[in-house]
């Protein structure tokens, strides 16, 4: 099970960091990641991390982080200078390694406007 929170109204310019909290998983194997969907628009991803190793979207990158907490079993999402065109609707995964299977969290929505 995959429960994020964090999301919210920001303005341009601010910064939001998003949580993701799993269970059922064995979290220090799994890939994680974080992907959005705008209205109208296809899920894109935003970024993954696999073991240590990170990927971003050329959208985000230099202004969101990924990190995972082991103890807490959680994910996050740190964004930092969120523009207007980073609103939309932010969904965790966690992808099995041996499996390929997903797992998707309900989504928290984030919302950039002045």
């Known amino acids: 099970q995959l429960v994020e929170s964090g999301g919210g109204w920001v303005q341009p310019g601010g910064s939001l960091r998003l949580a993701c909290e799993t269970s059922?998983?064995?979290?220090?194997?799994?890939?994680m990641g974080w992907y959005r969907q705008a209205p109208g628009k296809r899920r894109e991803l935003v970024a993954t991390?696999?073991?240590?190793?990170?990927n971003y979207a050329d959208a985000v990158n230099d202004r969101f982080t990924i990190s995972r907490d082991g103890a807490e079993n959680t994910v996050y999402l740190q964004m930092n200078s969120l523009k207007p065109e980073d609103t939309a609707l932010y969904f965790c995964n966690a992808e099995d390694p041996f499996t390929s299977r997903n797992f998707w969290g309900q989504g928290t929505q984030v919302t950039v406007s002045s």
């Open positions: 991390l696999s073991g240590t190793k990170t």
């Open positions: 059922g998983i064995i979290f220090s194997l799994f890939t």
